[in-house]
């Protein structure tokens, strides 16, 4: 994945996404690298696009106009990959990140990687699967807008430990991660275990599941042991676990 001092395209369909998202949108792609370029994508001269005006100069977002030249054919999403490519070919980036819900953008998203560099997805939830699969890792932006009404206490509630467990997609993929990060005594560092899943399933976020780290959400499922070990001189740590499921298996020299 990409550092802070990643260089980002952040490039918006407005019109499939929202201006309630844009605070924690701009706030998580900061996780991920600088946004060097802001642009969105829509018919400015039309009343749909309204909402976005105030948005936009508050974030400095560049608007791009782009006429709707035939009813029912969205030109939005043309004027966007196009100007994709050509940011792309100029090698000043690191990676992209393509805010929409259509997949419109799958091929394109499939094309910069294939470059190279990273892509960030992010949508709603109803985002088609191909989309979500073609970034490297794709945020649900019904998380961004619930952190932002955190306040009011309305973010997503933490699923209980059995609710966890009764997810098997869920205790499936964490405990194969798990494995396949492993040493020979059944351990995996809790980083490595994480970048296995991002390998995998792109959408995977522990916010889905009511949890701000991974950590909380493997705590949460009770299915694994929890190990902290010191690392270098022993000023910082690191978090290791172990699938329960270890514990049954007879020894091998049993």
């Not at 929202?18 to 009343?47: F, N």
């Not at 869920?170 to 970048?195: C, F, I, K, P, Y």
Request: proline share 3%; aromatic share 8%; charged share 25%.
């Amino acid at each position: 994945m990409a550092s802070a001092s990643t260089t980002l395209a952040v490039l918006i369909d407005a019109d499939n996404a929202q201006p309630a998202v844009v605070d924690g949108l701009l706030a998580e792609i900061a996780k991920y690298g600088t946004a060097s370029v802001k642009r969105i994508y829509g018919d400015w001269t039309g009343p749909q696009l309204k909402g976005w005006k105030e948005t936009l100069l508050t974030h400095a977002i560049q608007p791009i106009q782009q006429f709707r030249y035939t009813t029912g054919k969205n030109a939005t999403d043309s004027a966007l990959i196009i100007d994709a490519m050509d940011l792309l070919y100029t090698g000043r980036l690191g990676g992209f990140c393509i805010v929409s819900s259509d997949s419109d953008f799958t091929r394109l998203a499939a094309r910069i990687r294939e470059a190279g560099l990273v892509v960030y997805g992010f949508g709603e939830r109803k985002t088609p699967a191909p989309f979500v699969s073609a970034c490297d890792k794709f945020i649900y932006t019904e998380i961004l807008l619930a952190a932002k009404d955190d306040e009011d206490g309305s973010t997503l509630k933490p699923r209980t430990t059995a609710q966890l467990k009764q997810d098997r997609r869920l205790v499936a993929l964490l405990r194969n991660a798990a494995e396949a990060a492993s040493d020979d005594a059944g351990w995996a560092q809790l980083g490595t275990l994480g970048s296995t899943i991002a390998k995998q399933v792109p959408e995977f976020d522990a916010r889905n599941y009511g949890y701000r780290k991974l950590s909380e959400l493997v705590a949460a499922s009770g299915l694994f042991d929890i190990e902290k070990r010191k690392i270098g001189d022993g000023s910082t740590t690191s978090t290791y676990v172990r699938s329960h499921r270890r514990e049954s298996r007879p020894s091998s020299n049993a």
